[in-house]
C-alpha cells in the first residue's frame, strides 16, 4: 500500500524518506511471512497466507483494510493530486503505525518480556517499533504541514472514518477492551495535538469513536 504513497510524494525530501521506508516495510512483510508460516501455522505460501489471513480477521480489520484500498487506488487514479496523498497518509501513517501498529507492537514486546519467551520475535518486534517510530515522525510532519497549508477538510475526514474504526479493534476480548481504547485515544490524542488540530475537533473525534466502540460491545 506504500508504493502509491511514494509515486505521489509531493516533495523530493519526502521522496527520499519514503525510499527508506519502503525498504523497512518489506523487510517487516518477510518477518510477518516467517512468523505466520513457522508460529501461527499458516500456509506458507504468502498469497494463500494472505486469504487464510484475511478469512481469521474480523470486522473492524476488514474495514479499515477496505477503507485503506478505497483510499490508495483514488490516490493511484490521480497520483499527484495533494489531497489524497494527504488522506492516504493520514490513513497509513497517523492511523495503522502510529495508533494501531504501535499499540500492538508495544504489548506484544511487553508480554513476551515479562514471560521471558521467544526471544528472537521479542528483538524483531523492538527492531519493528524502532522502525515505525521513524515513519510515524514522518507522517506526522506532512500532515502538520498540510494542516498549515490549508487541507484540513481532508485529514479530518480520513480521520472521522478511521478513527472509530481502529477503537473498535479489541472487541474480541472485552476484558481488555476498556484498557485498549484508552491507549488508542491517548496516542491518537498525541498525534492530533503533533499534526496542529483543533482540539474541538480532537474532543468531538474521540467522544464519536468512544462512543461507536460502548455501543457495540
Ligand atoms: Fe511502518
Redo the contacts with the bound molecule.
Sequence with gaps: MLGPILVGSPDESYSVFLGT?IA??TR?THLMLRLGAEVAGFDPEPRRMLAQAWNDSDTPHRELTLLEGELVADLLGTPMDYRRWLRAVVLFHLVT?GIL?LVGQRALVRTLRRLDVLPGIRTAYTAMCR??SR?IGFGTHALRVGMQEGCADDIYDVLERAIPIALRFDDRDGRRGEAYRAMCADLARKHLRTIGADPAFAEHLLGTGTTTAGSIR
Design positions: 521506508q523497512d516495510e517487516h503505525e501498529a522502525d515505525e515513519h
